[in-house]
């Protein structure tokens, strides 16, 4: 595979690297916006990340690199990917920090993890917005907002539920990315080696 032409950034990295967790928004989704994780492995070394890896088809790469911006970092990872492949993707970062915060701030501790989503957002939302929201929460379902997450638990299965990623993004005006519970924990796992 060929990577001519993406902006590349020093390999030798000389300090200690904090380590990332990059979740890509709506690929490999119905045979849209498709990327094998190994080509995404390497465009992500080729933009100087070093340990990095992916986990399952839908966009999740644990990385380590040098300090920078958060919304810089996932611009630059944007246009890589967008110049690479041909599509625009949203790629929402989390530290391995955060990522534990997350665990440990779920309001939902008793839910099985199954039935246990987190929607990340690109940005917290409006407080206004949020005051207005109506959520068509059904048959026990929930949900809670801690920053830039929102925790969503679907006791009956998330299959038929009106409370989506989509409806949240609709009505936040923000983007977001929903991993299982277990994923989640899975990041987490990986972004800990």
Excluded at 30 to 47: F, N, P, T, V
Excluded at 143 to 152: M, N, S, V
């Amino acid at each position: 595979m060929s990577l001519d032409g993406l902006p590349h950034m020093p390999k030798k990295i000389d300090y200690p690297t904090p380590t990332h967790i990059s979740l890509l928004r709506g690929i490999n989704v119905g045979g849209h916006k498709k990327i094998r994780m190994a080509d995404l492995k390497a465009l992500y070394e080729s933009l100087g990340f070093v340990n990095v890896t992916t986990y399952a088809q839908s966009g999740n790469v644990v990385f380590q690199a040098e300090p920078a911006d958060a919304g810089a970092r996932a611009a630059h990872i944007e246009g890589a990917i967008a110049a690479h492949f041909g599509f625009a993707v949203t790629v929402l970062l989390r530290s391995a920090e955060e990522l534990r915060a997350i665990l440990d701030a779920n309001p939902f501790p008793d839910a099985e993890p199954k039935y246990l989503h987190v929607l990340f957002l690109s940005a917290a939302p409006d407080a206004g917005v949020l005051e207005a929201l109506a959520v068509p929460a059904a048959n026990g379902e929930a949900w809670r907002l801690a920053g830039r997450e929102i925790y969503l638990h679907y006791p009956n299965g998330s299959g038929r539920s009106k409370m989506t990623g989509a409806f949240f993004e609709r009505k936040l005006g923000v983007a977001g990315s929903a991993r299982n519970w277990n994923s989640v924990n899975a990041l987490y796992e990986l972004a800990r080696q």
